[in-house]
């Protein structure tokens, strides 16, 4: 790293701390209550110890969450932009949030802050002619897509019901889905976006492109999105998938990773999608895989497709078709109702795959084995591997957005969770982000990539700036933030630097 991109970053660093101890002097109670703020009707503002206070603050993570002061939920786009003017005048240090299920370790920078609470912006709408979908900044796929199948369209999904889809989007959003038609972010027409200095914008490939190309893979980083249009897919199948559920113990682990290793280059097909959970088994008191593959097409299409993996004879197999907006509620088992509650500490840690090696899956279920017998009180912890086609994905010229990984087929996660809730000083959540470590370096070392890289929505935070976003990407989103945020108020997301040369 250069001299001068070292002091940057730590004048970044100081601004970030000034904010967060100036704040402790402005009494935002009175701030927010003065009659000359104008709120519109239907905008609430809460303060800790209340239920509303609570229910605008919950987050899907407990682990190195932000803390607040106040809390504001505006009614409408208007009282978002004067949430953000007024915070940014005061120096008060603020995050916007929709589903608020955000995880990266960054968010716990900000503390005694204001959370500006888009809650109230969970809408959808659905142009049927035009094929479109319009959402609220906190709408989630789970909001609308039972609607969106009845009008005789599909989208590209996340993994799960619970995120924000506009946190999705600005993330980039991988899926099941990136074979057929890409990222999430490549279904993005437009938004309608506050920026930090108060002002509410369109932004599109023709208004405002730069931030529309920025908005796509770094988003949290650039303004607050209160609506975005995408466009939606015609339905593949009627609409119809294949969903097979797959359980293998301990004694099959190396067949079905070498399985998975064979879709390693182009050899997974664009409408398979798989799903990989090491899990703990309480009655064989041992580690076993839970697989969750899919097919976006006929049902003997997909049987053939998924042969390989079926010729293995699992004891556990339940093989069903379903309707695209049922899928995330039915893979796995309905995994999705287990992992969406909020108020739960995720502790995870992430690396991006180009490759798939079987030897590689093999140690991380053997030395998740092991650490489940030496440390019983984690056996909720889990490898969690998503190998998604991309083909619609990488045909997408990489300039035309800020997403670095279109090559990637795949992610992997471990996820720590302890008794104690990962508290700190517990000795066995510190021998868990041990693992995690080293399960890390390993994944990244077998990845196909030079070095560790992660999707960003996925990024723990302690990565290298150059590993969430790409190094060829990071100098024109340097600028953009220098053009849109130069004061850095969205600063607590994966912050990006003003610049960069590498």
């Known amino acids: 790293m250069h001299i001068k991109t070292t002091i940057v970053a730590l004048l970044e660093l100081w601004a970030i701390s000034v904010l967060a101890a100036t704040n402790k002097s402005i009494d935002i109670r009175s701030l927010l209550s003065q009659r000359s703020n104008n709120w519109s009707q239907g905008t609430t ?10 229910n605008s603050t919950t987050r899907w993570s407990t682990y190195d969450a932000p803390s607040y002061l106040a809390a504001i939920s505006p009614a409408n786009e208007a009282d978002v932009a004067k949430a953000v003017k007024l915070a940014s005048s005061h120096k008060i240090p603020f995050l916007a949030t929709g589903g ?20 109230q912006f969970k809408s959808y709408s659905i142009d049927r002619a035009a094929g479109t979908l319009t959402v609220g900044g906190a709408t989630t796929l789970g909001d609308f897509q039972d609607a969106l199948y009845e009008a005789g369209y599909m989208i590209q999904t996340p993994s799960i019901s619970c995120p924000g889809y506009v946190g999705v989007t600005v993330g980039s959003g991988v899926g099941r889905f990136t074979g ?3 990222l999430v972010a490549d279904a993005l027409i437009s938004a309608r976006l506050v920026t930090a200095e108060g002002r509410i914008i369109h932004v599109s490939r023709r208004q405002n492109a730069d931030l529309f190309w920025g908005l796509r893979g770094a988003g949290a980083n650039l303004g607050v999105v209160v609506s975005a249009t995408y466009q939606a897919h015609k339905l593949v199948n009627q609409g119809q998938i294949l969903n097979a559920d797959l359980i293998f113990p301990a004694n099959k682990s190396k067949e079905y990773f070498d399985v998975l290793q064979s879709f390693t280059g182009k050899k997974l097909p664009a409408k398979l ?4 959970l090491i899990v ?12 969750n593959w899919v097919y976006i097409g006929p049902r003997e299409e997909g049987l053939r497709v998924m042969a390989p993996v079926l010729a293995l004879s699992p004891p556990v197999t339940n093989i069903q078709v379903v309707p695209w907006n049922k899928l995330v509620s039915t893979a796995a088992g309905g995994a999705d109702a287990l992992i969406c509650p909020k108020n739960v500490s995720h502790n995870t840690w992430w690396a991006n795959l180009r490759s798939l090696p079987s ?21 909720g912890t889990t490898i969690n591997a998503e190998t998604f086609p991309n083909q619609a994905m990488a045909a997408v010229p990489d300039d035309d957005s800020a997403y670095p990984w279109r090559d990637a087929l795949g ?12 508290a700190a000083g517990d000795p066995t959540a510190e021998a868990g982000n041990s ?4 399960l890390r370096d390993r994944w990244a070392a077998t990845s196909g990539y030079p070095e560790l890289s992660v999707y960003v929505n996925y990024a723990r935070g302690d990565e290298k700036l150059r590993q969430r976003y790409g190094s060829r990407k990071l100098p024109r989103l340097a600028a953009l933030k220098k053009k849109w945020d130069p004061r850095n108020v969205f600063a607590y997301n994966n912050v990006l630097p003003m610049e960069y040369r590498g």
């Open 273 to 276: 999608a798989i799903v990989t």
């Open 45 to 54: 503002i809460s303060f800790p110890n209340s239920t509303t206070f609570d």
């Open 411 to 422: 992610h992997i996660q471990i996820g720590v969770i302890t008794e104690s809730g990962n």
């Open 100 to 119: 608020r299920h955000g995880y990266t370790t960054t968010l716990g920078d900000l503390q005694r802050g204001l959370a500006i609470d888009l809650s």
């Open 280 to 291: 703990f088994d309480p009655v064989a008191q041992a580690a076993q895989i839970v697989a």
């Open 180 to 182: 057929l038609f890409g």
């Open 435 to 438: 693992l995690a470590r080293r």
């Open 359 to 379: 030897s590689t899956f093999q140690a991380s279920f053997d030395e998740l084995n092991n650490f489940y017998k030496q440390y019983p009180e984690a056996r």
